[in-house]
């Protein structure tokens, strides 16, 4: 396994359109977590998922993002009507949880531009 | 709320030096605490991850601890190199593992 991979690794975007990202975690990984990232900052935590179940969500996610994991493999995080501040590296990250160690290991994220 | 610090913000040693680098936090309730590696333009690379039931870990040149209690995590990075360049994040995670919070990291450059 290659570990976590995300597609595509770089959007450039007009604002007001919409967007969808794809991370595939690695194989065996029950757990499935989104960040974003700007610069000079650490991740801020979007939304994480068990299988196929969206187990919490953050505040920052407004109603214009949306995550998927439907069959709990892949997952797709989509931002409709992109605005500006939406322009940053959106990461994803897997773990296998199981007896109380959940280790993420992240892929090498999608940087978004909205112009 | 939880809230992770990292300080210093940027850090630069000559080669060889042995060096530590802080995190704190303000929850002591957590569930692991991770640290992790970063190079420019990348994503994270998972370096140690210490439950919360552990006082440290170690892998290699890096020792990483951690006292609950305090609210601290400390990673020990010993006979530094040039290849080691890079933000360094700590990461602590809550109830059952799900939300991380992270620290905005410490940028270590290490001069030949």
């Known amino acids: 396994d290659t570990g976590v991979s995300q597609d595509p690794r770089h959007k450039i975007t007009k604002r007001g359109q919409n967007v969808t990202f794809r991370c595939d975690p690695i194989?065996?990984?029950?757990?499935l977590y989104w960040y974003r990232q700007t610069l000079g900052q650490g991740p801020e935590f979007l939304t994480y998922f068990q299988n196929e179940a969206q187990l919490e969500k953050s505040r920052l996610l407004s109603d214009r993002f949306s995550a998927e994991r439907p069959k709990g493999s892949f997952s797709t995080l989509e931002i409709q009507r992109t605005e500006q501040g939406d322009s940053a590296m959106y990461l994803c990250?897997?773990?296998?949880?199981?007896?109380?160690?959940?280790?993420?290991?992240f892929g090498p994220g999608t940087r978004l531009t909205v112009t | 709320k939880q809230e992770v610090t990292q300080i210093p913000a940027a850090l630069s040693v000559p080669e060889g030096e042995n060096l530590v680098l802080n995190c704190s936090f303000t929850d002591s309730a957590i569930y692991n605490l991770q640290w992790f590696r970063q190079d420019p333009g990348k994503g994270l690379t998972s370096l140690l991850l210490?439950?919360?039931?552990?006082r440290e870990q170690t892998s290699g040149r890096l020792n990483a601890s951690l006292d609950k209690s305090s609210g601290r995590s400390t990673l020990y990075i010993a006979a530094s190199q040039p290849g080691d360049s890079a933000t360094y994040l700590c990461a602590v995670s809550g109830t059952n593992a799900g939300k991380s919070t992270f620290g905005d990291g410490t940028t270590l450059t290490v001069k030949p």
């Open positions: 990250a897997s773990s296998l949880h199981i007896r109380r160690v959940s280790e993420q290991y």
């Open positions: 194989s065996e990984h029950n757990r």
């Open positions: 210490i439950q919360s039931s552990q």
